[in-house]
């Protein structure tokens, strides 16, 4: 009996994914529940796994086919047998029953006939096409001395110049030093999902800096004590979190959508931390973000960047989410403008920790600055509200203490 392994749910407003690789091979043994196949999904990768043991019996869909949901990706024999392969893959390397000798390029039948076997030897022997030979006045056939006569010819023909090498115009040799690379599902998602947020979006970027000093204080004065007490360190991002959050109830707009001709205000915070991986961006989100702890937050993230880095995200950790937060200064970014995350109408992007001489009452002081950009949609969000968020931001973050007074 045959199992059919099929393409399973992959999601919410996912119906098509890309046959990334096989994990088994037709003819070998898998045990009920063992992975058979990946799928790459706009999202993240799935492994199909098999219903029922038996063996591998046959794979109808190879890796790079793009599936839907319920094809047939492959069988199960559960019967030990592996099933034979259609006809046509069946005599596909087969040759050919009672089929003529093929001729070859210098001795096609047109040719066969009229070249003696002296002519022809002579022809195989320097690689000779005798359909390109002209045979003499008044012959029937081809001979030797015609074919030595078309060789003279060539060697006295004066060989091609090769292109200059300087020659910015000439693209000889490129092609033998470019690489093509089919792009993943998700990086096509990113890159059609980064076209539409600028395309739909009254997109605009405010920026501010913000003084280090408190926070860094802090983390040095506190960190055995977090460290050996939650096993993690206090790390930066807990803080804007949580800053983040502050802003948020103080500038709700800057958490809402527009569906329609409504705003959805929300009043939770999903907050959504983007993370570079090796198929590209993802953003998984930090649920009830405004009830989770310093180290939660940390260890939340933690977890997500390990996800992340191993490919074992889940639709559940991608869905969702209110606002998102971008860490450019972790890859040494000073500056930089994020593109929002549909349908959330704003982003905070971090930036690298610079020391820089900054005028502290009346005095010129070495301080540890970071300059913040938020992105925000024009459509709902006022560009004098957007100030003021990242300015309320700037102010929890240098005076953390307050964090922990607000909640």
Known sequence: MEIKITVPELGESIVEATVSRWLKKVGEPVAAGEALVELETDKVNLEVTAEKAGLLARIERQAG??????DVLGLISDDGQASSAPEADKNADEPAKDSPKSATADESPKTAERATPVAKR?????????????KAEGETRLTKQDVESFLNQQEAKPAPQKPAA???????GQADREERLRMSRRRQT???RLVEAQQTAAMLTTFNEVDM?????LRQRRQEAFQKRHAIKLGFMSFFVKAAIGALKQFPQVNAEIEGDEIVLKHYYDIGMAIGAAEGLVVPVLREADRMSFAEIEQAIAGYVEKAQNGSLSLDDLRGGTFTITNGGVFGSLLSTPILNPPQVGILGLHKIEKRPMVVGDEIAIRPMMYLALSYDHRLVDGREAVQFLVRLKELI????TLLLEG
């Open 190 to 192: 990113i890159a059609r």
């Open 122 to 134: 002579v022809a195989e022997a320097h690689g000779v096409d005798l359909g390109q030979v002209s």
């Open 65 to 70: 086919e793009d599936v839907q949901i319920g």
């Open 398 to 401: 240098e005076d953390p203490e």
């Open 213 to 217: 000093s408190a926070v860094m204080t």
């Open 166 to 172: 300087t020659e910015p115009s000439q693209r000889s």
